[in-house]
């Protein structure tokens, strides 16, 4: 099963992809104590400082680690373009993810704007330094198949995200552009969330959900047009927001369409699965795909009604989406990496990948998941619920911590004992 597209002779080293994975769930810590920490009544206030800081934690922490580290694995892997000197960038590509990250969520939360000058720079040198490298080494790859242009494209919307973010920085350190901040976060927003983490997903889904767990491929058209249609709304909405704002409500409704026809095709597919048995990475697919026909569907209601908190409901579900997904892909990835390095040394007893992070550990996130949506909707009733969800998700990602932590130990533990 693995073998189907794959180039496993240039698989990177495996610590070249775990810093990233074991640093992951460190960010949703420090999310779940800023939810802890911050004000209930202001939880669901998108503008709030404290909120600001926990999406960046979230989506530039705990899920930029994992797609970056991800990304690391897959384009030698899944798109044959081999990176040089793979441990020597990773290194300080996280050194420097890290370091912005923590620096802009404390900038936000401390309304301390005075971080932004040594967030930004750590920020654009790694996040800035990824798009560049793997957009030059994927454009050189012959074998251009639907999982290698969505790559490429979701790159390309992180390079223009990156841009957005850069004018956002500069007002936010007390410079005036003659721009409207709010249009700038708009425009920054559709492109980290819709192009470059919603366009990823999709590319992995492509080769991932076939080879993982046995489906049919998905339809030619859904591969060829899905990513591409995603980046060219991305860039409508940013041309529209400042020339023609009133066709933002419909180029949103367009992106929605089209996220919605990915979950309802992804869901087909798992349905169809040759291997009848589910474990918790093809519930936590469902759960999250389930959460974005949600989401989709929440955002079409606050168009139609003007409802603020269907707005708000659409952003949770989406980014409860995203989440599903990193932990569905972290518990193939993760155990595939050990399994197949400690093979590669010719370790006799290496472990099924089942074994690495057993199917009940994944379950008892799984389930941990599933009560943080609970948490969700209590919050439709009382923003106290705010403190429950930060509890839950501080028990969640410390679990999801410790499967990721053991599945390295496990492998150091064993690396030793190779005869090749």
């Known amino acids: 099963m693995f073998d189907r597209g794959l180039s496993l002779d240039q698989a990177p080293p495996i610590g070249v992809v775990l810093r990233f994975f074991l640093t992951a769930p460190i ?20 503008s709030a400082p404290s909120s600001v800081a926990i999406v960046h934690l979230l989506l530039l922490g705990m899920v930029g680690m994992a797609m970056v580290g991800a990304l690391f694995q897959m384009l030698p892997v899944l798109a044959g373009a081999s990176i040089s000197e793979p441990l020597y960038h990773a290194r300080w590509v996280h050194i420097l993810l890290l370091l912005g990250t923590l620096l802009i969520g404390a900038s936000f939360f401390f309304d301390i704007y005075l971080l932004m000058h040594a967030a930004l720079p750590s920020l654009l040198g790694s996040l800035g330094f990824v798009v560049l490298l793997m957009l030059t080494k994927l454009s050189a790859v012959e074998n251009r198949t639907p999982s290698v242009k969505g790559m490429s494209l979701s790159l390309a919307s992180l390079g223009f995200g990156l841009v957005f973010a850069t004018a956002l920085g500069i007002v936010f350190m007390g410079n005036d552009l003659g721009l409207d901040p709010l249009r700038l976060r708009d425009i920054h927003m559709h492109f980290m969330l819709f ?29 060829e047009t899905l990513p591409a249609a995603t980046l060219l709304l991305t860039l409508l909405y940013a041309a529209a927001a400042f020339a023609v704002p009133a066709l933002l409500g419909p180029i949103d409704l367009l992106l929605g369409a089209l996220l919605l026809l990915f979950a309802l095709v992804t869901l087909a597919r798992l349905m169809q699965r040759k291997r009848p048995v589910a474990d918790a990475t093809v519930w936590l697919w469902r759960t999250g795909l389930s959460a974005l026909v949600a989401a989709v569907a929440a955002f079409v209601g606050s168009v139609a009604t003007e409802n603020q908190a269907l707005l708000s409901a ?86 999801y911590g410790a499967n990721i932590l053991r599945a390295a130990r496990l492998y150091n533990s064993l690396k030793e004992k190779g005869i090749l």
């Open 314 to 399: 659409a952003a949770l579900l989406y980014g409860y989406f995203i989440l599903s997904i990193v932990f569905a892909m972290s518990y193939k990835i993760v155990p595939f990496l050990v399994w197949f390095h400690l093979n590669a040394k010719g370790v006799m007893e290496c472990p099924m990948m089942g074994d690495i992070i057993p199917a009940r550990r994944a379950m008892w996130h799984l389930w941990l998941h599933w009560a943080l949506l609970a948490g969700g909707v209590l919050l439709c009733v009382t923003p106290y619920a705010s403190i429950l969800l930060g509890a839950l998700f501080l028990a969640e990602s410390l679990l």
């Open 195 to 223: 192009g470059w983490v919603g366009g990823l997903i999709m590319a992995v889904a492509f080769q991932v959900i076939e080879m993982f767990y046995v489906t049919p491929p998905y339809p030619k058209m859904v591969r």
């Open 27 to 46: 960010f949703g810590v420090v999310a779940a104590i800023a939810m802890l920490a911050s004000d209930p009544s202001t939880f669901l206030e998108w």
